[in-house]
Structures are given as structure tokens and as C-alpha cells.
């Protein structure tokens, strides 16, 4: 197979909305390249003016035109807004797909949870949960701030015996850290075919095929999925979570937990409002950036 990577540099505070373009319409969500010369360590900012690189892949298919022609679209619109360099190109083979992909990341230590590349050696230190991610052709490998966000309730919430729905599973990585924090039982559901080998690869590499179910499809009123579940999470994005409002407190046993991210900021209230319209009370809410994560509790139906 061959791959499009899709480029541009960008002023630091368009990476948000940018990325958001390249992960709806790409293939294993985004890389993005930080300005250097400043440390954080040392309470260095990033300087006002800094840019950044942002990458996307497509498989060269038949969907290729049709999802580059978004993606121009949409950056041309951003464009008006502030100064961006000309969308580059550049066709690749498989293997060189696979090396720039992985070229762009790195251990992850998020609390306990430390996210390892399976391409790279880790050796734990004590009380670490190390979990091996390959993100394949599925987005999450823990590096987005949602998926920083979740991993951290995760970390908080998770004990032994729970049973969890990971819903829009990606790469397995919500679903891989919720079995190796404790949970008894988890199941990760995606509609995405990639997402699905990737995840059932990646549960496989962590040993968890035991304590996790993945399967294709979602949550609906007609769909087949038991319910019950003392904790439910859905990375997703603001449009689907509230769409999906009903059916995600549904699957929750009274006072199981949610934990709803992909949000817009902006858009934290109008989730808040539908969630506590199907019986789910707020018990918190982060954000990191443009990105926001909602965690709730069932306290009715």
C-alpha cells in the first residue's frame, strides 16, 4: 500500500482546530512538531510567535481524493485567519509510512500509566502500569490530550472488579489501560475495521484477551450490548457525544461512572446539559488546551 502524507506549519494556536481536520479526515490521527529552544523544566513558555509542524496519512485509494479535498477545504477556511505555509505532499511506500509514523513518538508516563510504543524497551519501576501500543492505522497511542485526559480518570477511577465500556475504542488504549488497572471485564467497540485489528492487536500484546472483548459496531437502542457497566468512556467528539447522550448513560448501572472527552471547550455546558438531562450528575470537568474532559455519575433511570 501506498500512503499520502499531507503537511503544513502552522502558528502554535491553530494546532488545535488543525488537528482536529487532519484526525477526522486522516489515518492515525495527527503528528505534530513542536518549536524548540525553550524549557519547560525550567518554567520556560513557548514563545508567542513559535509554529508548529502538523502531519496526516492517507491510504492511497479510492477515498484518497475525496478526503484530501476535505481537508483543503477546511485549512483553506483557517487560512483566512491567520498566516499558514501551502498544504505539501508527499507519496510514500508502506515501510516508509511505518518508520515516519513512529518516528513521532515517545514514552508517555501519565500518573501511574506509562504508554510504551511496542517498537521501543521500557523497564517499569515500582507501582508502574506499562502498557504496549502499536497505533497500527487507529488513532490513539496517548499523546492527544484527550486521550491524556481519559488515561488520567482512568487512572483515578478504575478498581478491581469493575466492569467498563470503552466505546470508540481506536487503537485499545482506554481499553488496555482499564483491564491493566483492574477491571474484571472491559469491552471496546469501534466501527472503524482498522481500529478494530489494532485494538484486538494490542489487547493481544498485553496479554488481556481474558478480561477483553472487542467488537465491531456501537451502542443504540437496538444494538446488542448487555449494559450494566460500572464505568463507561467515550473519546470521541463533541457533535457524536451529544447524539449519543441517551444510550451512553443507558449502558451505566445506577451511580456507574461516565467519562465523556473529544469536547470542544467551548462546548463543556451544552454536554453538561444532556448529560444531566438523562439522570447523569457532573462530579468533574478538566480541560488541556481547546479540549475538555467530562466525568459524571448515574444517579437515576
Known sequence: MKWLELSLRAPAEYVEPLSVIFQRHGYGGVAVELVGGYNPDEDETQPDDSTAILRSYLPVNSTTAFRKEQIRVAVELISRLC??????????????????????????????????????????????????????????????????????????????????????????????????????????????????????????????????????GTISSESNVEGGFDLVVANLYTKVILGMAPTLVAQLATRGTLIVSGIMADRMGEVERALEAEGCTLLRMDREGDWAVLVGSKTRG
Open 83 to 216: 498566516s499558514l505555509s501551502p498544504l505539501e505532499e508527499r507519496v510514500m511506500e508502506q515501510g516508509e509510512w511505518m518508520e515516519s509514523w513512529r518516528s513521532h513518538f515517545s514514552v508517555l508516563h501519565m500518573g501511574r500509566i506509562v504508554v510504551c510504543p511496542s517498537w521501543m524497551e521500557y523497564t517499569a519501576k515500582p507501582g508502574e502500569v506499562v502498557i504496549g501500543m502499536d497505533p497500527g492505522m487507529a488513532f490513539g497511542t496517548g499523546h492527544h490530550p484527550t486521550t491524556h485526559m481519559c488515561l488520567a480518570e482512568l487512572d483515578k477511577l478504575v478498581t478491581s472488579g469493575m466492569k467498563v465500556l470503552d466505546v470508540g475504542t481506536g487503537s485499545g488504549i482506554l481499553t488496555v489501560a482499564a483491564a491493566m488497572l483492574g477491571a474484571d471485564y472491559v469491552l471496546a467497540l469501534d466501527i472503524d475495521p482498522d481500529a478494530i485489528k489494532a485494538a484486538r492487536a494490542n489487547v493481544k500484546a498485553n496479554s488481556l484477551q481474558r478480561v477483553v472483548k472487542v467488537q465491531r
